[in-house]
């Protein structure tokens, strides 16, 4: 992705959310600006802690958030925020106003995910940016989406079919308000599958792809990667056997319930169960409860040779979920446990 980045001419903005974790955001930043993307207020507070000084907090700001959001520009950071909404402008403005200070604020414009967003061919599209740019304590920052619906995509002609659109409909955007006198410094656009896929980035400034640092067993069924892209793993004990059924100790707190690639893969459950060398067993976790994982024997033959107090490594589903249910990653080298590094969790 750093690669591509660089040979589409776009700056890297990667979303840390997949894994919250330092020293995997220094890996991803290498060579680019060191700018990131974050989804909570507690990641934007310890990656700031760690000098990541340009953060853009992805989701929509509210006002029960303004002071922790000034107390972090006002130690240092450019945090950029995002809306779609013209009354948090006007209170923003004010708040930023009583505090001295300033924030980059981009507008949320909806590519087809249907989250949140403003729509794109609407008055309010050009409304709001005119709003921030004319507010004293505000700097209009751009236009920002996602194509999360890029997740729902069948094929990969579908997945480049989305990315063209979230191309598309945010440099036709921008070009409108250009046309109208509104200066937009950043088309800010990104997902792992739209990234992994899309042709040219002509007339885009920044992407921000995060999954793609670990991807998962999603990205790999969805055809975004391959199955031996994929570098996480929770590692689970067997700590039941039955005829034809395995029980492990990673239920849905060390997993997710992510049920990821359903719709491609109807028997994908909670996870594909590799061998501690990470080669496939062709079993899968088929059930869960808070800390129990089941996985039901069906006809794999690798089941017969599984005993208790065997280890297994499980392909979660969604691996930024997964990742957001633990305190710290195991690095692993030729089989060893060489470092640990933190995941910053909380909000
Ligand atoms: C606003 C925003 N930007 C970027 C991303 C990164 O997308 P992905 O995880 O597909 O790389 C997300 C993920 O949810 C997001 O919500």
Not at 98 to 110: C, E, H, P, T
Not at 225 to 239: E, H, P
Request: hydrophobic residues 40%; charged residues 25%.
């Amino acid at each position: 992705m750093s690669d591509k980045a660089s040979q589409l001419r776009v700056r890297l903005r990667p979303h840390i959310k997949t894994h919250k974790c330092v020293e995997v955001a220094r890996i991803q930043t290498a060579g680019h600006n060191g700018a990131i993307t974050v989804s909570t207020l507690a990641e934007a507070r310890a990656f700031a802690e760690h000098g990541f000084s340009d953060i853009t907090y992805a989701v929509p700001i509210e006002a029960g958030k303004f002071v922790e959001a000034i107390d972090i520009l006002k130690n240092g950071v450019k945090l950029n925020l995002l809306t779609d909404d013209a009354g948090t402008v006007t209170a923003l403005n004010e708040a930023a106003g009583k505090a001295g200070i300033k924030f980059d604020v981009f507008v949320k414009i909806d590519c087809g995910t249907h989250r949140v967003g403003v729509e794109p061919h609407t008055a309010e599209a050009i409304e709001t940016p005119r709003l921030i740019s004319d507010a004293k304590n505000l700097n209009f920052a751009g236009i920002l989406t996602h194509a999360g619906h890029s997740y729902d995509a069948k094929t990969k002609e579908q997945i480049v079919e989305v990315a063209r659109r979230e191309r598309d409909v945010m440099v036709e955007l921008a070009e409108r308000l250009r046309s109208l006198s509104i200066e937009v410094p950043t088309v800010s656009i990104g997902s792992t599958p739209t990234m992994s896929t899309v042709d040219h980035l002509d007339g885009i400034d920044e992407i921000r792809p995060g999954n793609y640092i670990f991807f998962d067993n999603f990205q790999a069924t969805l055809g975004t990667c391959s199955f031996a892209d994929t570098a996480l793993t929770v590692l689970a004990a067997v700590i039941h056997k039955g005829r034809s059924k395995l029980v492990i100790d990673a239920g849905a707190i060390a997993l997710s319930k992510d049920r990821g690639p359903v719709e491609l893969d109807p028997d994908c459950g909670y996870g594909r169960v590799l061998d501690l060398d990470g080669s496939e067993t062709g079993l899968r976790v088929t059930g869960m409860s808070q800390e129990h994982g089941e996985i039901e024997a069906g006809d794999a033959p690798a089941f017969d040779s599984i005993k208790v107090g065997d280890r297994l490594r499980i392909l979660a589903n969604h691996s930024c979920l997964t990742a957001a249910q633990h305190s710290h990653y195991n690095i692993i080298e030729n089989g060893e446990i060489v470092d640990r590094w933190e995941i910053h969790r909380g909000w």
